[in-house]
Protein backbone atom coordinates (compact mmCIF):
# COMPACT_ATOMS: atom_id res chain seq x y z
CA UNK A 1 0.00 0.00 0.00
CA UNK A 2 2.73 2.88 0.77
CA UNK A 3 4.38 1.69 -2.62
CA UNK A 4 0.73 3.13 -4.06
CA UNK A 5 0.87 5.81 -2.06
CA UNK A 6 4.22 6.79 -2.71
CA UNK A 7 4.18 5.96 -6.47
CA UNK A 8 0.66 7.27 -8.14
CA UNK A 9 1.10 10.96 -7.62
CA UNK A 10 4.39 10.38 -9.89
CA UNK A 11 2.66 7.70 -12.20
CA UNK A 12 -0.40 9.84 -12.20
CA UNK A 13 0.26 13.12 -12.22
CA UNK A 14 3.76 13.62 -13.79
CA UNK A 15 3.84 10.65 -16.14
CA UNK A 16 0.08 10.18 -17.29
CA UNK A 17 -0.50 14.08 -16.78
CA UNK A 18 -3.60 13.46 -14.80
CA UNK A 19 -4.78 16.64 -13.28
CA UNK A 20 -4.65 16.86 -9.61
CA UNK A 21 -8.32 16.41 -9.20
CA UNK A 22 -9.07 13.59 -11.25
CA UNK A 23 -5.60 12.01 -9.58
CA UNK A 24 -7.66 12.60 -6.08
CA UNK A 25 -10.79 10.54 -7.63
CA UNK A 26 -8.48 7.95 -8.70
CA UNK A 27 -7.53 7.35 -5.48
CA UNK A 28 -10.76 7.81 -3.91
CA UNK A 29 -12.03 5.14 -6.33
CA UNK A 30 -9.21 2.49 -4.49
CA UNK A 31 -10.78 3.88 -1.42
CA UNK A 32 -14.50 2.73 -2.77
CA UNK A 33 -12.91 -1.04 -3.44
CA UNK A 34 -11.13 -1.12 -0.15
CA UNK A 35 -15.31 -0.33 1.30
CA UNK A 36 -16.78 -2.40 -0.82
CA UNK A 37 -14.43 -5.38 -0.44
CA UNK A 38 -14.40 -5.06 3.31
CA UNK A 39 -18.14 -5.37 3.30
CA UNK A 40 -17.95 -8.79 1.01
CA UNK A 41 -15.83 -10.35 3.46
CA UNK A 42 -17.87 -8.91 6.68
CA UNK A 43 -20.59 -11.07 4.79
CA UNK A 44 -18.64 -13.93 3.53
CA UNK A 45 -16.09 -14.41 6.37
CA UNK A 46 -18.39 -16.84 8.98
CA UNK A 47 -19.30 -18.78 6.01
CA UNK A 48 -15.27 -19.19 4.00
CA UNK A 49 -13.32 -17.89 7.31
CA UNK A 50 -10.96 -15.66 7.51
CA UNK A 51 -8.05 -17.52 6.65
CA UNK A 52 -9.48 -18.43 3.52
CA UNK A 53 -10.58 -14.95 2.81
CA UNK A 54 -7.25 -13.82 3.21
CA UNK A 55 -5.48 -16.28 0.95
CA UNK A 56 -8.10 -15.34 -1.79
CA UNK A 57 -7.14 -11.67 -1.33
CA UNK A 58 -3.42 -12.09 -1.20
CA UNK A 59 -3.75 -13.69 -4.43
CA UNK A 60 -6.04 -11.34 -6.36
CA UNK A 61 -3.36 -8.89 -4.57
CA UNK A 62 -0.56 -10.81 -6.67
CA UNK A 63 -2.21 -10.96 -9.43
CA UNK A 64 -3.37 -7.35 -10.05
CA UNK A 65 0.51 -7.07 -8.63
CA UNK A 66 2.19 -8.92 -11.82
CA UNK A 67 -0.39 -7.26 -14.25
CA UNK A 68 0.77 -3.66 -13.21
CA UNK A 69 4.11 -4.62 -13.03
CA UNK A 70 3.75 -5.96 -17.07
CA UNK A 71 1.53 -2.72 -18.02
CA UNK A 72 4.41 -0.69 -16.29
CA UNK A 73 7.07 -2.05 -17.66
CA UNK A 74 5.84 -2.25 -21.21
CA UNK A 75 3.46 0.83 -21.10
CA UNK A 76 0.77 -1.16 -22.22
CA UNK A 77 -2.86 0.30 -21.73
CA UNK A 78 -1.64 3.16 -21.18
CA UNK A 79 -3.72 5.01 -18.03
CA UNK A 80 -5.92 2.14 -17.87
CA UNK A 81 -3.58 0.07 -17.54
CA UNK A 82 -2.19 1.64 -14.70
CA UNK A 83 -5.86 2.20 -13.10
CA UNK A 84 -7.39 -1.21 -13.22
CA UNK A 85 -4.56 -3.58 -11.86
CA UNK A 86 -3.71 -0.99 -9.19
CA UNK A 87 -8.14 -0.63 -8.37
CA UNK A 88 -8.11 -4.86 -8.12
CA UNK A 89 -4.88 -4.47 -6.33
CA UNK A 90 -5.78 -1.61 -3.41
CA UNK A 91 -9.44 -3.55 -3.46
CA UNK A 92 -7.92 -6.78 -2.39
CA UNK A 93 -6.81 -5.44 0.68
CA UNK A 94 -10.39 -5.76 1.80
CA UNK A 95 -9.81 -9.53 2.65
CA UNK A 96 -6.34 -8.97 3.48
CA UNK A 97 -5.72 -6.77 6.17
CA UNK A 98 -8.34 -7.61 8.85
CA UNK A 99 -8.28 -11.11 8.52
CA UNK A 100 -4.35 -11.42 8.78
CA UNK A 101 -4.44 -9.02 12.12
CA UNK A 102 -8.03 -11.17 13.43
CA UNK A 103 -5.90 -14.60 12.89
CA UNK A 104 -2.72 -13.52 14.16
CA UNK A 105 -4.60 -12.52 17.25
CA UNK A 106 -6.57 -15.06 17.17
CA UNK A 107 -3.21 -17.14 17.14
CA UNK A 108 -2.01 -16.50 19.77
CA UNK A 109 -4.78 -14.54 22.44
CA UNK A 110 -2.30 -14.60 25.40
CA UNK A 111 -0.03 -12.35 23.80
CA UNK A 112 -2.49 -10.16 22.22
CA UNK A 113 -0.58 -7.06 22.84
CA UNK A 114 2.72 -8.14 21.85
CA UNK A 115 0.96 -9.88 18.41
CA UNK A 116 -0.72 -6.56 17.96
CA UNK A 117 2.84 -4.13 18.61
CA UNK A 118 4.63 -6.99 16.06
CA UNK A 119 1.42 -6.92 13.72
CA UNK A 120 1.92 -2.71 13.73
CA UNK A 121 5.75 -3.00 13.18
CA UNK A 122 5.54 -5.35 10.21
CA UNK A 123 2.59 -2.94 8.63
CA UNK A 124 5.06 -0.07 8.80
CA UNK A 125 8.62 -1.65 8.47
CA UNK A 126 7.63 -3.24 4.99
CA UNK A 127 5.47 -0.09 4.34
CA UNK A 128 9.28 2.10 4.75
CA UNK A 129 10.54 -0.59 2.93
CA UNK A 130 8.24 -0.33 0.02
CA UNK A 131 8.12 3.49 -0.60
CA UNK A 132 11.68 3.83 -0.27
CA UNK A 133 12.43 1.43 -2.90
CA UNK A 134 10.51 3.27 -5.10
CA UNK A 135 12.02 6.13 -4.48
CA UNK A 136 15.42 4.56 -4.81
CA UNK A 137 14.62 2.43 -8.14
CA UNK A 138 12.98 5.39 -9.65
CA UNK A 139 14.15 6.01 -13.55
CA UNK A 140 10.88 8.42 -14.68
CA UNK A 141 8.69 5.88 -15.42
CA UNK A 142 5.93 4.00 -13.13
CA UNK A 143 8.27 0.66 -13.71
CA UNK A 144 9.48 0.95 -10.09
CA UNK A 145 6.00 1.45 -8.48
CA UNK A 146 4.71 -1.38 -10.22
CA UNK A 147 7.65 -3.68 -9.66
CA UNK A 148 7.34 -3.17 -6.19
CA UNK A 149 3.68 -3.77 -5.74
CA UNK A 150 3.97 -7.19 -7.38
CA UNK A 151 7.34 -8.03 -5.18
CA UNK A 152 5.60 -7.46 -2.23
CA UNK A 153 2.02 -8.61 -3.26
CA UNK A 154 4.10 -12.09 -4.31
CA UNK A 155 5.56 -12.19 -1.09
CA UNK A 156 2.05 -11.62 0.92
CA UNK A 157 0.97 -14.97 -1.20
CA UNK A 158 3.84 -16.62 -0.24
CA UNK A 159 3.40 -15.99 3.10
CA UNK A 160 -0.27 -16.65 3.28
CA UNK A 161 -0.23 -19.84 1.24
CA UNK A 162 2.81 -21.21 3.09
CA UNK A 163 3.34 -19.63 6.20
CA UNK A 164 -0.94 -19.91 7.32
CA UNK A 165 -2.95 -23.16 8.36
CA UNK A 166 -5.11 -24.30 6.10
CA UNK A 167 -7.41 -26.15 8.03
CA UNK A 168 -9.65 -23.98 9.65
CA UNK A 169 -13.31 -24.50 10.98
CA UNK A 170 -15.15 -21.42 9.28
CA UNK A 171 -18.28 -20.91 11.77
CA UNK A 172 -15.92 -20.54 14.56
CA UNK A 173 -12.26 -19.88 13.84
CA UNK A 174 -10.92 -22.89 15.32
CA UNK A 175 -8.12 -24.93 14.38
CA UNK A 176 -9.93 -28.11 12.80
CA UNK A 177 -8.56 -31.83 12.76
CA UNK A 178 -7.59 -33.20 9.56
Known amino acids: MYAYI ?3 PFA ?13 VL ?23 GDRLMRIGT ?3 AIAGGLLAIDSWTGWGGLPGLVIPL ?9 IVANSIAGALGSFPERAGSVSALVGAIQYGTGILGSALVGVLAEGTPWPMGAVIAAMSLGSVLCAMLLVPSCVAPATGARAAE
Open 6 to 8: AGT
Open 12 to 24: YITYHHVSPQLYG
Open 27 to 49: FAAGIVGIMLTNQINARLVRKMG
Open 59 to 61: LGA
Open 87 to 95: FLFVSATGF
